[in-house]
Every structure is written in C-alpha cells, then in structure tokens.
C-alpha cells in the first residue's frame, strides 16, 4: 500500500510524487464525469489542492488512489451541481475521446461512447472498476456506498452496455 507523507519527504515531495503517479488517471475519471477537458483538468487540480491541504490528515485506512478518486469524483460532482454546468452542452462525440492506438479497433469508439453515455452511477462504477483496475471494495470506499450496491451497478451498466452494443452491431451489419 502507498503511503502519504514517506518518513523522508516532505509535504511538497510528496504532493509532486502524487501528481506524477496519479494524474493522468485523476484527469480520465474527471473527463468522464464532465465530459470536458478544460474543467477535468481544473477538477484534477483542485483535487491535488485539497489533497495538499488534508495530507496530514490521511490515516492510510484506505489506498491512496481510491482516497484521491474520492476527492476527484467530490470536485466533480460540485462542478455539477453548479446551476451553470446545466446550461452547457456536454454530449461526448467521438471527436472528443483521445485519438486511439494505431492496432486498436475502430468498435472500441462505440464501446467508449457507450460508457460515456451511461447514467452517471453507471458509469462512476464502470470507469473505476474496468479503467481505473479498482476492485469492489475499493470502489465501494472511494464511492462511499456498499459492495452489494456496486456490484449492482456493474451488473446494470454491463446489462445497459450489452444492450446498446447488439443494438450498434445489428445497425453496422444493416447500415
């Protein structure tokens, strides 16, 4: 497990070694959440802000990951409770999504715009179980909701996924 505050770091030694493990992960989860690139990157940087300001508070009951995807998914929700993030625009185009490998399939777009799709209970437990490698637990800790509760979204999103993707190849096959 990773600890916070290594016994020969200081405060700014250990915010530095943070960002440089967790921020493109940090950034993904936000981008997910807002679907938009300029308020992910604020989100992740206000969530390092706030993990800089509480590092002396982290007991290290909980991995250091699932305590920053806590923080991150908090400073996105308030960016979306904010009366105005509801009157912008924030469906994901696949223009939008980073550019692809060059061996990957182009249906992976489809997979990733289904997920981006997803109600976003759905899509919080799919983003952190399948892209963030977090099991149960952990995304029961960094969501603060039950095991049962996120196995049971897992079980609804892949059932949602499953649904859209049949629909997607049976249009591909038609189209």
């Not at 943070?18 to 950034?27: C, G, K, M, N, S």
């Not at 508070?57 to 699932?66: D, E, I, R």
Request: glycine content about 2%; overall charge negative.
């Amino acid at each position: 497990m990773e600890t916070v505050k290594g016994p020969c770091r200081s405060a700014e030694e250990e915010i530095t070694y943070l960002v440089e493990t967790h921020q493109l992960a940090l950034l993904r989860l936000c981008f997910a959440y807002l679907h938009d690139q300029a308020l992910a990157e604020d989100a992740v940087q206000e969530t390092f802000l706030k993990a800089y300001r509480k590092l002396d508070q982290f007991q290290g009951n909980s991995n250091v990951k699932t305590w920053l995807s806590a923080i991150a998914i908090n400073c996105c929700r308030d960016m979306i409770r904010g009366s105005w993030f509801r009157h912008i625009d924030r469906s994901v185009s696949v223009d939008t999504l980073p550019p692809r490998a060059e061996d990957s399939n182009p249906e992976d777009d489809s997979v990733s715009v289904e997920v981006m799709n997803l109600p976003i209970r759905l899509r919080e437990v799919v983003l952190l179980y399948y892209f963030e490698d977090m099991n149960t637990n952990e995304i029961a800790e960094t969501l603060r909701i039950s095991q049962q509760a996120v196995s049971s979204r897992l079980m609804r999103a892949r059932k949602k996924l499953r649904k859209a993707l049949s629909n997607y190849e049976r249009s591909e096959r038609n189209g």
